[in-house]
């Protein structure tokens, strides 16, 4: 609030690692401004890359903050349009995909999230049409970028940097996720170090992108009506991980994405009523545990647990690099582990043929979807039914 408080500055920028509470601190600044400005008209963009990423983070964690502090009553909100009404302030959730939208807006303030996504010219058309000032957040996951060249080398910037330490309110097993990169020996031994990772989730540094797994794929608005091969795939999680399910095409020497559900807490009956809601497909599970995946089964589910002897990860990680990835544009958390699932280095910096187990929950059940229907063997042992008794 001093830096604001003092008008010196246009923009201000906060680069900082996983859980350093950038946006959820953000989030509370603004429902403090509009209350501060209740008697002032104000217009804020808040924006992201794309409107379907935008949907499923800062507008949901938005509203979850208004119930949080009970104003979410005082608010008047329109789930279509994305807007959100709290007293004289408006604020507005825009994709920056929405060319048109974009380059008529104008705003009192902006902020676009994960902002690295963004490019300079999304950045120049807000701020030709801001009356006072703007805000940019981000982690560093690149060392050459137009935010470091362009925008923080302005004297009318104002930057901040934070990390996990600055967030008092991390819960345990994220902080405990995010340390386990740091390249100590313990961490070399467990094959959890990723120094790019350390520096970028844990200390919030600038790093470039070494060592990863996928480096090319496409993002698309769908999955095109004549890819027909079309599997579901699984990989069940709880409390740490999510259960996560993608449904999977394959067409033409490509591998097609769609992420259905990403989520921690599923129960049996939760990811029951989940397919319910789905058009009828094959489903391939890992295996590592029978009773659920009988449970699935019993409520009238196709579902196959994934062979173990059928294939080394390496074999099946190999098998989709070698084919063209087309992930949708709503598959936000499919883009985040391709975008971070990496190879284990050794504590000489040697790269392994052995990838970082993290960042892999999509892409491991479609993984499984690969092995089971593309490469080569297909026949299934009659494990299943060993499951229902």
């Known amino acids: 609030m001093s830096a604001l408080e003092s008008n010196r500055f246009n923009v201000y920028v ?5 859980r350093s509470s950038k946006t959820y601190s ?11 400005n209740w008697q002032r008209s104000n217009r804020i963009v808040i924006a992201r890359k794309k409107g379907t990423w935008l949907s499923s983070t800062v507008w949901t964690d938005f509203k979850n ?23 004289s302030t408006s604020f507005e959730f825009v994709g920056l995909d929405d060319v048109q939208r974009l380059h008529g807006l104008t705003s009192d303030i902006f902020w676009i999230n994960e902002a690295m996504e963004a490019s300079k010219d999304d950045f120049d058309q807000l701020e030709q049409r801001c009356a006072r000032f703007s805000i940019l957040d981000y982690n560093p996951s690149a060392e050459e970028h137009w ?35 740091e390249p100590t020996e313990y961490n070399y031994s467990q094959g959890t170090a990723d120094k790019r990772k350390w520096l970028i989730y844990g200390l919030g540094k600038r790093s470039k992108i070494e060592g990863l797994i996928f480096e090319n794929y496409t993002i698309i608005k769908e999955v095109p009506i004549w890819v027909k091969r079309r599997w579901y795939g699984l990989d069940f999680g709880y409390s740490n991980d999510p259960t996560a399910c993608s449904e999977n095409g394959f067409l033409d020497n490509a591998i097609y994405i769609d992420e259905k559900f990403y989520e921690t807490n599923l129960l049996s009956t939760d990811i029951i009523k989940k397919f319910k809601r ?43 690099k070698s084919k063209k990835l087309y992930i949708t544009e709503n598959s936000i958390n499919a883009k985040k582990e391709l975008d971070n699932y990496t190879y284990q280095q050794d504590k000489n910096g040697k ?10 929950h999509i892409i491991d059940e479609v993984r499984y979807c690969c092995m089971m229907e593309l490469m080569g063997r297909k026949q299934v042992s009659k494990g299943l039914e060993a499951f229902n008794h």
């Open 14 to 18: 906060f680069e900082g690692g996983s």
């Open 26 to 36: 953000l989030i509370q600044f603004f429902i403090v401004y509009a209350i501060n």
């Open 65 to 87: 903050i208004l119930l949080e502090t009970g104003l979410y009553n005082d608010c008047k909100i329109n789930n279509t349009l994305k807007t959100i009404q709290m007293y």
């Open 147 to 181: 935010i470091y060249d362009n925008v923080c080398t302005r004297e009318d910037c104002y930057f901040d940097h934070s990390t996990m330490l600055d967030n008092p309110f991390i819960p345990a097993n994220m902080k405990r996720k995010i340390e386990s990169y």
């Open 278 to 320: 789905m058009p009828r497909l094959k489903i391939w599970s890992e295996s590592a545990d029978p009773r659920l995946i009988a449970e699935i089964y019993n409520a009238g589910f196709n579902i196959q647990p994934v062979e173990k002897y059928h294939g080394s990860v390496e074999a099946g990680i190999d098998f989709m």
């Open 351 to 360: 790269w392994l043929n052995v990838p970082v187990d993290d960042y892999n």
